[in-house]
């Protein structure tokens, strides 16, 4: 839990955000199911939101982990 958190940063990345027309997101190095997951899954919420959205990922996923990459189906682009 973090404690003395300040609320007013969350809200002023929202804001951030908001008057973005694009976002970057960047997975940890060496991206892991979550990882991959959940920057996808903000990405297509971000897409839905209007953003442009680039996703940068440090190597290529393994094998296994590649239908986390849903780049054209949402139209996220995908940088490794």
């Known amino acids: 839990m973090i404690e003395n958190f300040d609320v007013k940063y969350w809200k002023d ?3 951030h955000i908001d008057n973005a027309s694009s976002v970057s997101l960047f997975p940890h190095i060496h991206a892991d199911g979550d990882a ?3 920057v996808f899954a903000l990405a297509v919420a971000l897409r839905r939101l209007g953003k442009e959205v680039i996703v940068f990922l440090c190597d290529k996923p393994e094998r296994a982990l590649e239908f986390w990459v849903p780049a054209e189906k949402f139209n996220v682009k995908v940088v490794v």
Do not use: D, H, P
Request: net charge neutral.
């Open 13 to 15: 990345c929202i804001t």
């Open 36 to 38: 991959l997951g959940s």
